[in-house]
Nanobody, 114 residues
Framework: VQLVESGGGLVQAGGSLRLSCAAS????????MGWYRQAPGKQRELVAT???????HYADSVKGRFTISRDNAENTVYLLMNSLKPGDTAVYYC?????????WGQGTQVTVSS
């Protein structure tokens, strides 16, 4: 397993969760890392990305609520999710870009109750 995610779970609306994704040392050199999510019956959508030099990008739906960060020394990316809404309920997938390849985590469930 090359990407290991953790931190998902059940939370009430307005609450917070922090997701983590650790990449194995064999995945090198990583350019961008980030998160996608997929809700039941919907397509997978980009949530947030971060480059190796710290440039970030967020989906409009999470701007101001989610914060992505990265520890390059530990090959780990984090997603802090605040002010969660029921619409954020989905399986969250971590990815790492090692051109020309993409690596994916197994997914972690985030459920936000109203």
């Amino acid at each position: 397993v090359q990407l290991v995610e953790s931190g998902g779970g059940l939370v009430q609306a307005g609450g917070s969760l922090r997701l983590s994704c650790a990449a194995s040392e064999s995945i090198f050199p990583i350019t961008s890392m980030g998160w996608y999510r997929q809700a039941p019956g919907k397509q997978r959508e980009l949530v947030a990305t971060i480059t190796s030099d710290g440039n970030t990008h967020y989906a409009d739906s999470v701007k101001g609520r989610f914060t992505i960060s990265r520890d390059n020394a530990e090959n780990t990316v984090y997603l802090l999710m605040n002010s969660l809404k029921p619409g954020d309920t989905a399986v969250y997938y971590c990815f790492a870009e090692v051109p020309p390849y993409d690596y994916w985590g197994q997914g972690t469930q985030v459920t936000v109750s109203s």
